[in-house]
């Protein structure tokens, strides 16, 4: 059964950092991709970057410069850097992970940003 659980989540002030990660169990062999999306209440599920099994990244343009997403093949993790976080950064931040065709989430972890 596969499973993903993310951590790291919690509340900080207006331009400080989290770094959250996201531990897979019962994958085997390569993830193609994997992806953090955030929901904050009242709005859509956003995406907020991906990163492929090659290391190819992308972002959403609010985040840009700000977040790193990185992964560890080896340990089937990813995690997400965030520096000089912001108010509207507030979500829950939720692991994606496609493999095999099929598309798996994480239950999230929040993120709260003070200004």
């Known amino acids: 059964q596969v499973q993903l659980v993310e951590s790291g989540g919690g509340l900080v002030q207006a331009g400080g950092s989290l770094r959250l990660s996201c531990t897979t169990s019962?994958?085997?062999?390569?993830?193609?991709?994997m992806a953090w999306y955030r929901q904050a209440p009242g709005k859509q599920r956003e995406l907020v970057a991906t990163?492929?099994?090659?290391?190819?990244?992308n972002y959403a343009d609010s985040v840009k410069g700000r977040f790193t997403i990185s992964r560890d093949n080896a340990k089937s993790t990813m995690y997400l850097q965030m520096n000089s976080l912001k108010p509207e950064d507030t979500a829950a931040y939720l692991c994606?992970?496609?493999?095999?065709?099929?598309?798996?989430w994480g239950q999230g972890t929040q993120v709260t940003v003070s200004s």
């Open positions: 994606y992970v496609n493999w095999r065709v099929s598309n798996y």
């Open positions: 019962g994958i085997i062999g390569t993830i193609n991709i």
């Open positions: 990163i492929t099994s090659g290391g190819s990244t």
